[in-house]
């Protein structure tokens, strides 16, 4: 048998937005304080690259994690950092998602020049947002609002803003507080007045399903009750079809031992008003989480939500 004490390298593969490459640095840095080498491999997706049309007309979320699938098949990385809320709820064959860590803040953030909230902005004012779910719950806070698409990483949706081209933007506070841009939140929305997307502020490391290695090697870096409340959240999305573009939102808190879940779901052409659910119930494996989930996805269909895909 042979002995050696050097763990070998990891390279994760990551998009090269600022939020994409302080998530990978951060997964690197807790990896090498454990004693691995790690280095990065940036690389364009087509999610990055296509910005002139919403997601939701372009193919949807797997757009931001397709490039880095293809180099972990290829072997030219080992893990790829993503936000969990990019991660279609149906991983290709072959792949898995190794890890889930410490959430961040989960809330949407309202950013603006001038004004404080969203109660503050004058009537018929121009939101910028490409979300469908914020889209959708902004219009049933303030149906006067006019929203406008808005895409980019997180620099350009704030360049558009202080180019003056919208009064405000909504944004994950989480993007904002990694990238020390906490400042420029002027109020952030409370679940209750907009309820977040799966998985949003969580990070997910995705490997190729083999690599037991891998596993063994992040497994110090999960977090349980965030890995518990997100797998609730995304069996809500995945019984209503949510890899496919449509507003949903699905939001998991904690009193105790219970699980508390809400969900909130609108039609796409914004006809249909919106549908409310939730559940709570007693959650200590992935298996009941996922469980409270499809409970709660149930409701929202007996509810009047319609499943899409
Ligand atoms: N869709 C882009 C995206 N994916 C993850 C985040 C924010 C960070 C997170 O939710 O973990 C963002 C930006 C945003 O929604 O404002």
Request: glycine share 10%; aromatic share 2%; with cysteine.
């Amino acid at each position: 048998m042979t002995t050696s004490s050097a763990l070998p390298p990891i390279v994760i593969a990551t998009r090269e937005s600022q939020l994409a490459l302080w998530q990978a640095e951060h997964v690197q840095a807790l990896l090498a304080a454990r004693g691995h080498s790690v280095s990065l491999l940036g690389m364009t997706t087509r999610g990055d690259q296509i910005l002139d049309r919403t997601l939701s007309k372009v193919g949807g979320k797997g757009l931001f994690v397709k490039e880095l699938e293809v180099a972990l098949e290829e072997g030219r990385a080992d893990i790829a950092v993503h936000s969990l809320k990019d991660v279609p709820m149906e991983l290709p064959d072959g792949f898995a998602l190794a890890c889930i860590m410490e959430r961040e803040d989960p809330r949407d953030a309202f950013v603006s020049p001038h004004h404080a909230s969203l109660d503050e902005l004058p009537q018929g004012a121009v939101v910028g947002t490409s979300s469908l779910r914020r889209q959708v719950l902004l219009q049933a806070l303030r149906p006067d609002l006019k929203i406008e698409p808005l895409r980019g990483n997180v620099q350009t949706r704030l360049r558009k803003l202080d180019e003056g081209q919208y009064a405000a933007i909504v944004l994950a506070a989480a993007g904002l507080k990694r990238l020390g841009l906490h400042e420029r939140i002027r109020s952030v929305f409370e679940p209750g007045q907009m309820l977040p997307a799966a998985g949003q502020g969580a990070l997910g490391i995705e490997i190729r399903s083999q690599r037991q290695d891998l596993r063994d090697a992040l497994a110090p870096l999960a977090h349980e009750r965030t890995w518990l409340t997100v797998t609730a959240e995304r069996a809500v999305s995945r019984a209503m079809g949510g890899s496919c573009s449509m507003p949903l939102a699905a939001h998991g808190v904690w009193s105790g031992d219970t699980l508390r879940l809400q969900a909130a779901w609108g039609d796409v052409e914004g006809r249909l008003p919106l549908v409310r659910a939730e559940g709570s119930s007693r959650v200590a494996t992935l298996d009941e989480a996922d469980a409270l989930g499809l409970a709660v996805a149930g409701r929202l269909r007996a509810a009047g939500a319609v499943a899409a895909c």
